[in-house]
């Protein structure tokens, strides 16, 4: 971790909460890269998206995930190329196209999630379940802070 200017200050918490979402990176893009499924991070979890969200848009995705659209459209055309995402017209849009994962698609995010769940369980090992309830709370606290500028 980075040594901190000032242990409990506000960067500091900032610092180490970016520290170890490096760290936990670090191990994903390990894992996809050793594992048996030639995917990328990114792809990983545009999958992902579409695992949990069955029949959302591209829109959709670039909506909730704040991310370039046309790096997002090379990422789903990529997918449905490799026969891991199907499209299917919208019935009342023609013009807007519902993205669903494959059966091959799906078990590959399947076993991402399951790497992820994993890595997640090793992060956490040295919290007790009092510790982590009280680092959600924390977490949760900071998010609405954020929320409150909005």
Do not use: C, W
């Not at 030639?38 to 591209?58: C, N, S, W």
């Not at 659209?69 to 190329?81: F, M, N, S």
């Not at 994993?118 to 007790?128: C, E, H, K, R, T």
Request: charged residues 30%; without cysteine; proline residues 3%.
């Amino acid at each position: 971790m980075s040594p901190p200017s000032d242990k409990a200050g506000p960067g500091a918490v900032f610092d180490a909460i970016h520290d170890i979402m490096h760290l936990y990176r670090a191990q994903q893009y390990r894992a996809l890269r050793d594992g048996p499924h030639d995917i990328t991070h990114m792809e990983a979890k545009v999958l992902g998206y579409f695992a949990r969200h069955p029949g959302a848009t591209q829109s959709d995705l670039t909506a909730f995930s704040g991310r370039d659209k046309a790096q997002l459209a090379r990422l789903v055309r990529g997918l449905r190329d490799r026969g891991l995402l199907d499209a299917t017209v919208d019935e009342a849009d023609r013009r807007s196209t519902r993205l669903h994962v494959t059966e091959q698609g799906r078990s590959i995010a399947r076993n991402v999630q399951k790497s992820g769940e994993q890595l997640a369980q090793v992060a956490a090992a040295g919290l007790d379940e009092a510790e982590r309830r009280e680092l959600l709370a924390l977490l949760e606290k900071v998010r609405a802070s954020f929320d409150a500028q909005d």
